[in-house]
T-cell receptor, first 111, second 112 residues
Framework: KNEVEQSPQNLTAQEGEFITINCSYS?????LHWLQQHPGGGIVSLFM???GKKKHGRLIATINIQEKHSSLHITASHPRDSAVYIC?????????????FGQGTILTVHP | EPEVTQTPSHQVTQMGQEVILRCVPI?????FYWYRQILGQKVEFLVS????????KSEIFDDQFSVERPDGSNFTLKIRSTKLEDSAMYFC??????????FGSGTRLTVV
């Protein structure tokens, strides 16, 4: 069964720290998504990656296709970054397929 | 920015009752999905819908569930004869050409 594994499951940081969340998957994918879920439950898409690196503000996402691994970095973390960060992939050849989700990383940033 | 709209935000229903969860996807999107998240668990795929028919469904999506796009804009998930274990957050999502996923804010279904 194709799985998506994230680490760590829980992450606590002090404001200003550099944060890395990791994601690994089992077989070839067409796309990988990093998502953010706030306590109210809503899900927001942060990045969609199929190769290389993307940056948006303080967030950076990278993917290594050969190693089947992706990382989400947050620079200069802030308490408002506290949320669940979820990695999800589309297995197979089309970028319109269903998402297979990781279990999420609970990030808490303290002032 | 275009949004996927879900209603209601919270629904409480008696076990055995039917519920309809509603979604209005982004207007020029072509692919539509329902996912659910049981409290404390991963988000799970239920069903995908393209060109007015189901393109893929999971093992969870049995005869109790159905989807429709009745009027070309709304996209509904019907759950017949709800069970306690159907209590979850249900997310609608859509994708357009060259775009990533856009999720709705979810419907929290509580079966009592």
């Amino acid at each position: 069964k194709n799985e998506v594994e994230q680490s760590p499951q829980n992450l606590t940081a002090q404001e200003g720290e550099f944060i890395t969340i990791n994601c690994s998957y089992s077989v070839g994918i067409s796309a990988l998504h990093w998502l953010q879920q706030h306590p109210g439950g809503g899900i927001v898409s942060l990045f969609m990656l199929s190769s290389g690196k993307k940056k948006h503000g303080r967030l950076i996402a990278t993917i290594n296709i050969q190693e089947k691994h992706s990382s989400l970095h947050i620079t200069a973390s802030h308490p408002r970054d506290s949320a669940v960060y979820i990695c999800a992939v589309i297995y197979g050849g089309t970028s319109y397929g269903k998402l297979t989700f990781g279990q999420g990383t609970i990030l808490t940033v303290h002032p | 920015e275009p949004e996927v709209t879900q209603t209601p935000s919270h629904q409480v229903t008696q076990m055995g009752q039917e519920v309809i969860l509603r979604c209005v996807p982004i207007s020029n999107h072509l692919y539509f999905y329902w996912y659910r998240q049981i409290l404390g668990q991963k988000v799970e795929f239920l069903v995908s819908f393209y060109n007015n028919e189901i393109s893929e469904k999971s093992e969870i999506f049995d005869d109790q569930f159905s989807v429709e796009r009745p009027d070309g804009s709304n996209f509904t998930l019907k759950i017949r004869s709800t069970k306690l274990e159907d209590s979850a957050m249900y997310f609608c999502a859509s994708i357009g050409q060259g775009n990533g996923y856009t999720f709705g804010s979810g419907t929290r279904l509580t079966v009592v």
